[in-house]
């Protein structure tokens, strides 16, 4: 007879290939999903996406009674008040849930857009055409809304999605997902264009990260610590939306009283999003005359601030460590630093900011352009607050998240960031000499 | 005394701590030369350019001199006639990189480039804005005139390279590179902005790939073991050009004698690049027509072929095995498949092929229009050969490679695929509610 411990280690390994098994089926079903969607017209994907909408009407008691499940459940394990909010489904959220899929549905499809055909001097015409990625795994935690969101964006793009959420939203899920399921079998498309993982068990996010045959893309959506473990594992290439060390700084040629309000809305529009300024920098020349009123006013909203030398010598604020100009505190926090002029700004954004959203507040037109060329963010601000970082406000309709990666895309991400172009090249019998 | 084995380990380590520390330093060096880079204007960067290509003129001698070197050593080492060839820096190629440098100089510069500024209903400005990926590694073998390529089309779109070339061409790369060098410091440009790696270590090679905080994109320019050892040793994301494994469908609405000379140039035009077709497939309502003049003109070319059933009932060929279907030949040899459709045409290519280039010929527009959405692959054509695939020939004026990626870039890469896109949003104070 085997010992215990040759026992547990059989038992794990068939756990694996039945967890590797079913990942990589969901993967073959994907693919063959994303050759049909690569194929859908607007019409029919939009079909679906209303068909969705309709069924979470419908299903609204199933969808609450789904999540009061898990959220007694997450009490009882003692998830942080936060956890549980993030975990709700309440009406408002089905509202906004079916909203989304209404806009989605009234989005431009980007799908076989071919923005200009040129012609060569032999008379061949070329062309890039936008097609979807193909398949996309998206892991996300707690929101259950994500489960919609991920699935309206993936299915208008024409990409098949693999779903994995968080355990700990597993029933509001399921609930989900078998509305979306219905829309697409409503809508004459194969169920697979939308799949979740079936099992909460951690080896087939390790499965999916690294099915490079059947995946084209991760997309995780969740704390830092998620995505680095993703983005360490994964052989996939990843969409990454790491933190905002978001910047504004304060030009010598600011309208000052401009300045403020922007910093103020800057920070304190809401602490907790990726777009909000966890540092203010302030050029020399103006420091003295910006910083003792906007210190006044950040102290109005309670905000507690961390300053440099130089700016402790104009305003009460505690001393800014090393580490506070890398933080990204989400919090009622703000450290300040004086700087020399525009060249140190850019060099201090440039060496502690996380590349996401810096803003300049100036007047000055040659300054704006150097900072606009030479800050490496993936979205460049002048005389606008950074929390304006985000799909809906710049006109996305709707976004996956903010990718701070620098290839394929940077900023929010709508549909076109999860499609990509491929060359058309048309001819009349060409051959080449 | 430490034992033998023991010295062994200490001096490994310590070779390997100065490969690693060298590569480091090269990238630290690269990031700072890459912020310089970003905001040079196309004046600054085409003087370079064209130093480079005064250079290259001047030191024909000692190139020749230094290549000879490199070829004495690779027929020492019994090289291939092949690989001679391909390390061959004669005066033909020598001229070539100098139009090389040239032809880049007179491209449109990618950077700063602002193809829309919508304006949103709140008056924000809203754009993106190409900007430099930052800092490129380039690994190639043997051919020592990629060095010339991959540091001109790098520095046009504003990126810091890092070049690792074959050990087999170390001379003749160091006076081209020696070359590059003057012509930088002669356009008061960083000398880092085209680095060398100083050593044919290969665990150099190991460290640029993963180092993802000085390096952005790495591309392996190469036979398919080095790519797919790339890839996967790469933490840092990789632009790939895989292996071509390239279609022709003749439709049943083709014009046969067009879509025999479109299969015999996309055979024969060179049998050794990656867009040469490998594979011919023909609709059995045209194949007892098409056939028999195709295989006597491919005959005449001295092209084996290998055929399906059907096929082998029209002419004369060896039985395609089932991994023809997925040979890249680079050679005169053709799988004939008789399809008994479009949608089989685009099952084969879409499940055999590379997703590298495929070619339709018809004169049927509905079947043109499927075949463009349905085939998968990073160049779709009509009506034209396949050999077509090339930057030059589609109007990007020079190629690093051909993609066959599907995020970021799709087939041949010029300057815009060595740029990305940030967004810059401009306001007048704009503050969020």
């Not at 690569?38 to 969705?52: D, P, Q, V, W, Y």
């Not at 799908?111 to 060569?120: F, H, K, P, Q, Y």
Request: glycine share 8%; net charge negative.
């Amino acid at each position: 007879m085997a010992s215990s411990a040759e026992t547990r280690t059989i038992a794990d390994s068939e756990r694996c290939e039945d967890v590797a098994a079913h990942v990589t089926r969901l993967g073959q079903q994907a693919r063959r999903a994303a050759a049909i969607l690569r194929e859908a017209t607007a019409e029919e994907k939009n079909a679906a996406l209303r068909a969705m909408a309709a069924q979470l009407e419908q299903q609204r008691e199933q969808l609450r009674s789904a999540n009061a499940r898990d959220l007694e459940h997450a009490r009882q394990e003692g998830l942080s008040a936060a956890l549980v909010d993030r975990l709700q489904l309440d009406d408002r959220r089905i509202d906004a849930m079916i909203t989304g899929l209404e806009t989605v549905a009234a989005l431009q499809d980007p799908v076989g857009e071919i923005d200009s055909l040129r012609t060569r001097p032999n008379g061949l015409q070329i062309g890039q055409m936008r097609v979807p990625l193909g398949v996309i795994g998206i892991i996300y935690e707690s929101r259950p809304n994500v489960t919609i969101d991920a699935a309206a964006l993936c299915l208008k793009s024409g990409n098949a999605a693999i779903l994995r959420g968080g355990s700990e939203a597993v029933h509001s899920n399921t609930a989900i997902a078998e509305c979306i399921r219905a829309g697409l079998v409503q809508a004459g498309l194969p169920e697979a264009c939308v799949q979740r993982v079936g099992t909460s068990d951690r080896e087939a996010v390790g499965a999916l990260i690294r099915m490079d045959e059947h995946v084209d893309v991760i997309i995780p959506r969740g704390g830092r610590s998620l995505i680095e473990r993703i983005s360490a594992g994964a052989t996939v290439p990843v969409i990454k939306h790491l933190e905002g060390i978001c910047h504004v700084h304060v030009d010598r040629h600011a309208d000052l009283d401009q300045a403020r309000e922007i910093a103020l809305n800057a920070k304190c529009y809401r602490y907790g999003i990726c777009g909000a300024m966890e540092t203010l920098l302030v050029d020399e020349a103006v420091a003295a005359d910006f910083l003792p009123e906007m210190a006044r006013r950040l102290g109005e909203q309670g905000v507690e601030l961390r300053g440099c030398d130089r700016t402790r010598q104009l305003i009460e604020a505690g001393i800014a460590e090393e580490s506070d100009w890398s933080s990204e505190y989400l919090a009622p926090i703000l450290s300040i630093r004086v700087v020399d002029g525009l060249q140190s700004a850019i060099d201090h954004i440039n060496h502690y900011g996380s590349h996401h959203t810096d803003a300049i507040v100036s007047q000055h037109q040659g300054n704006i352009r150097r900072f606009m060329a030479a800050v490496d963010s993936s979205s460049v601000m002048v005389n606008a607050a950074t929390c304006f970082a985000d799909g809906a406000e710049y006109g996305l309709g709707a976004e996956i998240g903010i990718s701070t990666n620098r290839l394929h895309v940077r900023g929010p991400v709508g549909l076109e960031g999860l499609t990509t172009r491929k060359y058309i090249v048309i001819g009349d019998g060409h051959v080449r000499h």
